[in-house]
């Protein structure tokens, strides 16, 4: 897929708020995360979720760690359970979590 500079593309809707949402795979796990599809600027570091392109069409994604900061090419996104006004919010294996 070409990352655009907009956005992903939203292919869902989240449940519980009904915003549009993009699932990404996490790496190296793999597993579902809901992110929002508006990309953040490069220096908020508050959206840790670092997005790359994937040839077959997923948005491959990771989590920022102070060890592994943003690379060139990767783009920041907001996870969908920071900002979701529901009482509850996805956990990285796409199931709903109650908030503690
Ligand atoms: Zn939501």
Known sequence: MTLTTAGLPATSRCTRCGQP???????????????????????????????????HGSILCRVESRAEPIRDGERRYMPHWATCPATNFYDVDGTWRPRK
């Open 21 to 55: 949402i993009a699932w990404g795979l996490t790496l190296p796990a793999r597993r579902r995360m809901p992110i929002d599809p508006q990309r953040r600027p490069d220096d908020d570091h508050t959206a840790n979720i670092l997005v790359s392109g994937d040839p």
